[in-house]
């Protein structure tokens, strides 16, 4: 299984600070994705990092990718309310077409 | 918003009886994938489809069949549904041409009493 696993598995903090995930997975990847959920909704799709890739940005968002040690993280900087929600990390293999989800973060960000 | 509805948002049944999910997209995609979230699970992936009339089993599968008769409807069917099978399930296409990132519906939630 490649099913990713978060670290740690709920995080509290503060408006403004920045807030780490982590995730592990077992087996060689084509690329691992980090999704965000809120509360009663479908998860959306936040960002991609390939496997010959070992950082990428977007916007507020920092995911980093240690193939050797077979973890990722995701930093979101200056957090904000509305980044409350549980984060999801998923990983593709060659040629499989499917997705393995770890079990989640719950992020909460205190205004 | 990836033009993807599933139907009913909100289900209560009883153990035994026959359900079917439907999820419905708009946009044309080859893949599409049935999902249920519980607690301390995180998503598991029931069965997906990538294309009409082929599908492929996923990793929690049993009691759970799926049709794909139209490139835009994938049903999920729970023959006799249990109690175990009460969940959250979530309906997904992939979008990506060379990644498997995948779009989410909003959600089912079934109860199975």
């Known amino acids: 299984s490649q099913q990713g696993e978060e670290d740690p598995q709920a995080l509290s903090i503060q408006e403004g600070e920045n807030a780490t995930m982590n995730c592990s997975y077992k087996?060689?990847?084509?690329?691992l994705q980090w999704y965000r959920q809120n509360s009663g909704r479908g998860l959306v799709h936040l960002i991609l990092i390939r496997s010959n890739e070992r950082e990428k940005h977007s916007g507020r968002l920092r995911v980093t990718l240690d193939t050797s040690k077979k973890s990722s993280s995701l930093l979101i900087t200056a957090s904000r309310a509305a980044d409350t929600a549980s984060y999801f990390c998923a990983t593709e293999g060659y040629g499989n077409n499917r997705l393995a989800f770890g079990k989640g973060n719950q992020v909460v960000v205190i205004p | 918003d990836a033009g993807i509805t599933q139907s009913p948002r909100h289900k209560v049944t009883e153990t035994g009886t026959p359900v079917t999910l439907r999820c419905h997209q708009t946009?044309?995609?080859?893949?599409m994938y049935w999902y249920r979230q519980d607690p301390g699970h995180g998503l598991r992936l029931i069965h997906y489809?990538?294309?009409?009339?082929?599908?492929d089993k996923g990793e929690v599968s049993d009691g759970y069949s799926v049709s794909r008769s139209k490139t835009e409807d994938f049903l999920l069917t729970l023959e006799s549904a249990t109690s175990s099978q009460t969940s959250v399930y979530f309906c997904?296409?992939?979008?990506?041409?060379?990644?498997?990132?995948?779009?989410f519906g909003p959600g089912t939630r079934l109860t199975v009493l």
């Open positions: 489809s990538y294309g009409v009339k082929d599908t």
């Open positions: 946009e044309n995609h080859r893949y």
């Open positions: 087996t060689s990847i084509n690329n």
């Open positions: 997904a296409i992939r979008r990506g041409a060379d990644t498997d990132t995948q779009y």
